[in-house]
């Protein structure tokens, strides 16, 4: 009874089956509940990690740093084929026929005709148009459009000089599915997934396929990938190639397809689809791809450039319209019949498509032009944007530079250097142990905007940038400031005044400095007795700079360098009179570009407008204008300076090949450690630089060294200085001098020179040569002519 009651069965035997049952019920519940929960939780995972990237940054984009626009108008002196290297750079496609879309050009015989590209950033925004230049002489004769219409001037886009990246070195430009023109959408999907708007984010057959093919490999070789799975793949996973990672990636798959739209899937994999590779920075998107192989923006391309970029997504390397143009062409074929095949064109669209000759453009949309500009750029914006910020946010950074004078500089400073090095021997025999370096700073002296600027000749072989961290003696190049000092106190009535017609003493000076005695020389070790100022500034007489400075006084001297925009503390002795304290070529070109503005101190600008990733303009720098001297008095500066190139130190500009209307200053120090030159007109100032890093002797002036790279750059950039010429400003007279005397020319003089005054200054009538019987008294009696300084 007992063992009946426990259930045993009335032969004697357990009911197996029944509690088999059971047991497999409660062990499938005991493992599948787990399962099921932690499935759930997998999804659940996946799902939030999923909803975060996608509705979060997805990317992490570069600062762009870009060039100023470049201003065309007739009459305005240009190289054609400059302008064609700067289209280039920009990416434009050269074609044989009318240009048809922006970002083409067309040469013509003695003429241009080229497609700008629209754009808002670095000043108004500007809408894409044809423009035909005509050239003639070497200066732009004529602009029309595309109906033969003058124009009166063209906006060419800025060109970008470099991306400044984080930790990814990838460049892409985000454009919305909306702007993404339909051909190249249906070229996608006809190359990569055709069933892309029907599947659920997986496509089976695919799958199946795939996976048969994996597993006789042995290794995952092929991929079943839709368009969503790539997109995970290229968000989440890179090149990781496993058999968990395709498994992971098709459950993403399917709940990324789940979760989001398929536009907001296509748009995202359109934005991240790798297409290429420039040196070390990827391609990525189909928009930075279309600028940089079509030279385009993405809503521009043609149904054929459409199926060459959807072509060259299973093999970007292989199909690399630059590299393999007949594989690119094929490729293009294959994906335009699918796209036929699937009713996404029509035959007579793919039949002009595969006519269409393969147009890409220059592929010099470069990344790392003008780098000592970009450190620059860095360094100022690092004080109101984080390294995060700069690598990551995508920042447009528009800056005052001009490429085609930034090239000119680039290649001036190279050339000559390199000249250098090899014809003069004291320098080519040190070329082993030391290179000779050098900089350039190019400024609108108006507005104070940076042009140019060149930090050394190799950028890869030193990052120093001597434009504006190296600390070098001025030489002869400071002795403009000492002569304004002097010319300003002439307009006040102070005592050290004086006027370009003054007679100074060329003869030996002994002083006393901090204790100790100092014989300042001229450079050429002689003496010229009694001279003008003019004449002393035009050939860089030291000794009757020094005089000049000691007689109005060291503090004078001081104001009116800082008054033009050095900041340095300099010291009152003799010395400073011959540039023997330290300033930075920046700065130096900055209170240069005082005098040639007559007397107005434009602060250096190089960094614009700086705009979000959306377009929303962040920050726009307005170029600061303040009166810092006389205009009188820096006017009488320039124009002596001018002497110096047609009489003085610069006189071999000329023989050079040099030839306009001028101001500018020689500058060496001693024993020739640096070589300087400074020269400006009106719209333009350039500064160049010579010398060692170590400050070893290089043999070199102002003259020999620096002034043929000046002239060499100032010759190419033409297109900046219309050759107008110094205007005077109000309270300037011409008067005729006695030369010899320094004073009012009479009847009496034997000699009359043309000299120029501040109203109020000019002298009386020369006391020399007043009348016959009082020349005959001075013959008689050998009179002299004093100096108007001692």
């Known amino acids: 009874m007992t063992a009946l009651r426990r259930g045993a069965s009335a032969s004697g035997k357990r009911p197996t089956g029944r509690r088999d049952r059971r047991r497999w019920r409660s062990w499938v519940l005991g493992l ?32 762009r740093v870009y060039s100023a626009r470049l201003h065309l108008v007739t009459g305005q002196a240009l190289d054609v084929n400059a302008l064609v290297a700067r289209l280039n750079r920009s990416g434009y496609a050269r074609v044989d026929t009318v240009p048809s879309s922006p970002g083409q050009y067309r040469l013509r015989p003695r003429g241009l005709d080229m497609y700008v590209r629209g754009f808002s950033g670095g000043g108004r925004a500007t809408a894409a148009r044809r423009a035909l230049l005509g050239f003639e002489g070497g200066s732009i004769a004529s602009i029309a459009d595309e109906r033969g219409r003058p124009l009166a001037a063209v ?113 995202v994999y359109l934005n991240e689809v790798y297409l290429g590779q420039r040196g070390s920075v990827s391609i990525c998107g189909v928009q930075a791809a279309a600028r940089y192989f079509f030279g385009r923006n993405v809503s521009d391309l043609s149904l054929a450039e459409s199926a060459t970029l959807a072509g060259m997504i299973r093999n970007p390397g292989g199909y690399n319209p630059f590299s393999h143009p007949d594989r690119a062409v094929e490729r293009r074929g294959v994906v335009l019949d699918a796209m036929l095949e699937l009713g996404f064109a029509d035959k007579d669209s793919v039949a002009r498509a595969k006519a269409e000759p393969l147009r890409v453009a220059s592929g010099g949309a470069g990344y790392a032009r003008a780098p000592y500009v970009v450190d620059f750029v860095r360094a100022q914006l690092a004080q109101l944007y984080s390294t995060e910020a700069l690598a990551e946010d995508g920042l447009e950074i528009y800056t005052t530079i001009d490429t085609l004078v930034q090239t000119r500089a680039e290649e001036a400073l190279e050339r000559g250097l390199e000249r250098l090095e090899n014809e003069v021997p004291a320098i080519r025999r040190q070329k082993a142990r030391r290179r000779l370096q050098g900089c350039v700073v190019v400024t609108d002296p108006r507005a104070g905007a940076i042009l140019a600027l060149v930090g050394g000749r190799d950028y890869q072989g030193s990052q120093f940038n001597r434009a504006i961290q190296a600390r070098r003696q001025p030489g002869s190049c400071f002795k403009p400031f000492v002569y304004l000092a002097a010319f300003q106190a002439a307009m006040d009535g102070d005592a050290g005044g004086l006027t370009p017609a003054s007679i100074l003493d060329d003869s030996p000076l002994e002083l006393v400095s901090g204790g100790r005695e100092w014989r300042p020389a001229n450079y050429d070790g002689e003496y010229h007795g009694l001279l003008s100022a003019r004449t002393a500034l035009e050939e860089s007489r030291n000794v009757p700079t020094v005089r000049a400075a000691q007689a109005v006084g060291l503090s004078r001297v001081v104001a009116a360098a800082k008054a033009c925009g050095l900041t340095e503390s300099f010291d009152p002795f003799p010395s400073l009179a011959l540039g023997a304290q330290e300033v930075t070529p920046l ?109 070893a002797k290089t043999g070199l002036t102002g003259a020999t060294g620096a002034l043929p790279i000046w002239v060499d750059l100032m010759m190419h950039s033409q297109h900046r200085w219309a050759g107008s010429g110094f205007q005077e400003p109000p309270g300037i007279l011409r008067a005729e001098v006695d030369p010899e005397s320094g004073e009012l020319a009479t009847d009496g003089c034997p000699e009359r020179v043309f000299e120029v005054f501040a109203e109020g200054t000019e002298p009386g009538p020369c006391s020399l040569h007043q009348n016959a019987f009082k020349r005959w008294w001075n013959k008689l009696f050998r009179r002299k002519r004093e100096p108007t300084v001692n």
């Open 32 to 63: 599948g509940v787990p399962v099921v929960v932690a499935a759930s939780i997998l999804v659940l995972a996946v799902y939030a990690h999923l909803t975060l990237t996608f509705e979060g940054r997805l990317w992490t984009l570069p600062a």
């Open 155 to 267: 906006d060419l886009e800025p060109e970008l000089l470099s991306l400044i990246f984080g930790s990814q070195q990838e460049e892409r430009m985000i454009v919305p599915l909306a702007e993404v023109p339909k051909s190249l959408v249906n070229a996608v999907l006809a190359a990569e997934d055709a069933r892309f708007y029907t599947h659920a984010g997986i496509g089976p057959l695919a799958v199946v396929r795939a996976a048969f093919t994996n597993v006789k490999s042995g290794r995952i070789v092929q991929g079943g990938s839709t368009i969503t799975q790539q997109t995970i793949k290229n968000v989440y996973f890179r090149q990781e190639r496993t058999w968990w990672r395709k498994v992971r990636e098709a459950l993403m798959s399917v709940i990324l397809d789940a979760r989001y739209s398929k536009d907001r899937i296509l748009e």
């Open 587 to 695: 700065g130096l070109a900055a209170a240069y570009g005082t005098l040639a503005n007559l007397g107005l101190h434009a602060e250096p600008l190089i960094v614009q407008e700086v705009h979000a990733r959306d377009g929303r303009k962040l920050e726009k720098r307005n170029f600061a204008v303040r009166e810092a001297v006389r205009p009188a008095a820096a006017y009488l500066v320039d124009d002596v300076l001018r002497g110096v190139l047609t009489r003085g130190t610069a006189a071999s500009a000329a023989a050079l090949g040099f030839h306009g209307d001028a101001a500018g200053k020689t500058g060496t120090t001693d024993d020739t450690r640096d070589a300087w030159f400074v020269g400006f007109t009106p719209e333009i100032l350039a500064l160049v630089w010579v010398g060692y890093d170590d400050n």
